[in-house]
């Protein structure tokens, strides 16, 4: 069974930056899937904010994030992280890592982390 595990949210101003880290365990690799870090305002629907391919040849960003936000991985720790600078209020949500075998299909999901951005 995939589990993923997020942590690293947490309260920071605005133009500070948080690390965002997401443990994934359950497969023997994940080398043939995605990794996706997707995100869910009060209020609102859930939207995607980054995603990457374990061999980080290919990454896509939400254009509101493009320029700020950085999304990578750790193969030998099964690890993907989201590094967020320059963060703004807006960017306040509960942030959600996701898996699944091509970007259109993220199957499994973690239980999320909060990130409270002030003004």
């Known amino acids: 069974q995939v589990q993923l595990v997020e942590s690293g949210g947490g309260l920071v101003q605005a133009g500070g930056s948080l690390r965002l880290s997401c443990a994934a365990s359950g497969r023997t690799s994940f080398n043939s899937y995605f990794m996706g870090w997707f995100r869910r305002a009060p209020g609102k629907e859930r939207e995607f904010v980054a995603a990457i391919n374990w061999s980080s040849t290919n990454e896509r960003y939400a254009d509101s994030v493009k320029g700020r936000f950085t999304i990578s991985t750790d193969n030998a720790k099964n690890m993907v992280y989201l590094q967020m600078n320059s963060l703004k209020p807006e960017d306040t949500a509960v942030y959600y890592c996701?898996?699944?075998?091509?970007?259109?299909?993220?199957?499994?999901w973690g239980q999320g982390t909060q990130v409270t951005v002030s003004s």
């Open positions: 996701a898996t699944g075998s091509t970007l259109q299909n993220f199957a499994y």
